[in-house]
């Protein structure tokens, strides 16, 4: 088989993790021919996620949080320690970084240490991990900077708290908001083929058809 028809068919790694006491589904995605890799959601248990991504001999690129809650975003210092990778997040999140120390109350978890951005990322960049790219939704809702990543090729969605299987992200927390979430499901998550495949950030797979047809929160009442 010619080398690059194999290339263009390259499969993209991607485990999903859940970690810490919230099970914060973490997604390890790579290239398996450029062994490039990228980290989303690094809440917790940064050392399973290290060695998953040592056993695929990936080279951790980029880490990408979704949004600033503590359970998404808790490990991402102790990961960009060790892979020397940068951390992104939606600038309309950087409020809620002051507040980690209350987000911990909330869970009952130790206090992180400060996280420090590198670069903020919304609708119209994309990032990648070898030739797999996502682009990036502004998707604000359950947090002012909540996005998801939309990988085209691969037709998966990466949700964060904006979208879960049944269900959507609460609204209650400082910078939540039911109008807005509503609002980001139709005009840019549904807007989705339905065969996307949903990785939400807590609980199990679904897709955006599957949602689309049952989702309480999502279905229009036509009674
Ligand atoms: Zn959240």
């Known amino acids: 088989m010619p080398l690059v028809?194999?290339?263009?068919?390259?499969?993209?790694?991607?485990?999903?993790?859940?970690?810490?006491?919230?099970?914060?589904n973490c997604s390890i995605i790579g290239d398996e021919n450029t062994h490039e890799g990228m980290v989303i959601d690094p809440g917790d248990d940064i050392s399973a996620v290290v060695a998953i991504a040592k056993k695929h001999n990936l080279q951790i690129k980029q880490i990408v949080i979704t949004h600033a809650h503590i359970d998404h975003i808790g490990g991402a210092?102790?990961?960009?320690?060790?892979?020397?990778?940068?951390?992104?997040?939606n600038e309309n999140d950087y409020a809620l970084l002051k507040m980690l120390d209350v987000q911990a109350t909330w869970i009952g978890v130790p206090t992180p240490e400060k996280v420090e951005i590198d670069r903020s990322i919304s609708t119209g960049e994309s990032v990648s991990a070898g030739m797999h790219t996502a682009q990036v939704l502004h998707t604000p809702g359950h947090t002012e900077g909540s996005i998801c990543l939309y990988f085209e090729n691969e037709?998966?969605?990466?949700?964060?708290?904006?979208?879960?299987?049944?269900?959507?992200?609460?609204?209650?927390?400082?910078?939540?908001?039911?109008?807005?979430?509503?609002?980001?499901?139709?005009?840019?998550?549904?807007?989705?083929?339905?065969?996307?495949?949903?990785?939400?950030?807590?609980?199990?797979?679904?897709?955006?058809?599957?949602?689309?047809?049952?989702?309480?929160?999502?279905?229009?009442?036509t009674r």
Request: proline share 7%; with cysteine; aromatic share 4%.
């Open 155 to 221: 037709k998966k969605l990466i949700a964060g708290d904006t979208l879960f299987a049944g269900s959507i992200g609460r609204t209650d927390l400082p910078g939540g908001s039911m109008q807005k979430i509503i609002r980001s499901l139709h005009n840019t998550v549904l807007a989705l083929p339905d065969e996307t495949v949903v990785v939400p950030g807590h609980g199990e797979l679904t897709t955006i058809g599957e949602e689309r047809e049952s989702n309480p929160f999502l279905v229009k009442n």
């Open 77 to 89: 210092m102790k990961l960009r320690v060790l892979t020397g990778a940068p951390i992104l997040l």
């Open 5 to 24: 028809f194999h290339r263009y068919n390259s499969y993209m790694v991607h485990e999903i993790l859940p970690v810490g006491p919230l099970q914060c």
